[in-house]
């Protein structure tokens, strides 16, 4: 037989057809002679010293080439095209001729088979096994349009606050991204991040959180990497991945879903980014409280003030550098702001007992039954 000197393939081109080979068909010769005439012209076409450096030739190790050479393993059927472009056309045509070809997974459904001859009692309960399993995993996936609820609305108020929606469809090898992520202290907001937060999302979507200690200040990211969120939050909220500092705003869909759905939203808003401080000047017989945030959102800034100052009285202004503020202030406001809207994050609420004393007629009360 005539042969050809192959020019060497890209690494690359083969390391990409490894992710598939599982599920290739499969190329078998009718007879054994014929399989090792064949390996024996590649070793020849390609001039390799040795069975090691033919495997090398084709990024195998010894002992796997040593199941395609002895029959052994059937060949995956890229690595059987490649090995034909050794050949001329003429000799790769005479070597189609000798060889047969098996569906991808062939080999598991004759196992499956034979598996379920021998024990079909095994087979039937993994199979209920398997179907529940599933079952769970859908279940464990809220849809897009899962039901809007005081948690939901909360933790979209903290993605407002503090939060970060970023993502793109496909990049670097084609994979895709999808990541959301709620930046606080890294000491004051631990509690809030590493253990509120987390279960609340646990109980919305079944995903977990990993938490992430930034080495260049005292910061913590608590980071959701889900298709689901990045998709309801987009999709569904509106929300527009990238840097969202100047055009953040509540969804529609809460402002006009009812009060309680608003109030939790603008708890999650003022978790992550609000303040509450009580004011120890002279003029002050007692700490006088101060619920505080600024913001560079104009259209938030609107959307506060339009709703707070419906229920409180409320200092909103746009201070130097287009920061806005807004501030609830007094102890009747204060007491006002706990009963309707209140807090989840610790250390607004540690602040508070500090200062607040139940006796004097202040409670701070737990927002959320998850905290």
Not at 250 to 256: K, Q, V
Request: aromatic share 12%; net charge positive; with cysteine.
């Amino acid at each position: 037989m005539t042969t050809k000197s192959p020019a060497l393939n890209p690494r690359s081109d083969y390391k990409s057809s490894k992710v598939t080979s599982l599920m290739e068909d499969r190329i078998g010769f009718e007879n054994a002679d014929d399989r090792k005439e064949f390996f024996f012209v590649i070793r020849k076409a390609v001039a390799a010293e040795s069975w090691l450096a033919l495997a090398k030739r084709f990024e195998l190790s010894r002992s796997h080439f040593q199941k395609y050479q002895y029959g052994e393993c059937l060949l995956p059927e890229s690595l059987f095209k490649k090995m034909l472009d050794c050949f001329s056309e003429q000799d790769g045509k005479v070597f189609r001729e000798k060889v047969f070809t098996k569906p991808g997974n062939w080999g598991a459904s004759k196992g499956g088979e034979i598996t379920s001859g021998t024990h079909p009692e095994f087979v039937a309960n993994a199979r209920k096994f398997a179907v529940l399993a599933v079952k769970n995993r859908v279940l464990a996936i809220p849809p897009i349009n899962m039901p809007l609820s005081e948690e939901l609305c909360e933790f979209i108020g903290a993605v407002i606050g503090d939060g970060c929606v970023d993502g793109f469809l496909q990049g670097r090898n084609g994979l895709s991204k999808y990541h959301v992520s709620i930046t606080g202290h890294s000491m004051l907001d631990k509690d809030y991040l590493s253990r509120y937060h987390p279960e609340l999302i646990r109980s919305l979507f079944g995903v977990k959180c990993n938490l992430y200690y930034r080495k260049d200040c005292n910061a913590m990211v608590m980071n959701i990497h889900s298709k689901t969120v990045f998709c309801l939050l987009t999709k569904r909220f509106g929300f527009v991945p990238g840097n969202k500092i100047y055009t953040t705003k509540i969804p529609s869909e809460i402002l006009t879903a009812g009060e309680k759905f608003v109030f939790a939203a603008i708890r999650g808003i003022f978790d992550t980014d609000g303040c509450v401080f009580f004011d120890k000047r002279a003029p002050y017989k007692n700490p006088y409280p101060r619920i505080v945030i600024q913001i560079k959102s104009e259209p938030l800034f609107f959307q506060l003030k339009e709703i707070l100052e419906k229920y409180f009285s409320i200092y909103a202004k746009c201070n130097r550098r287009n920061t806005y503020c807004v501030e609830i202030y007094g102890h009747a406001q204060f007491d006002k702001w706990m009963e309707l809207i209140g807090f989840s994050n610790k250390k607004h609420l540690d602040r508070i007992k500090q200062y607040c004393k139940p006796e004097g007629g202040i409670e701070p009360p737990i927002s959320s039954s998850l905290a």
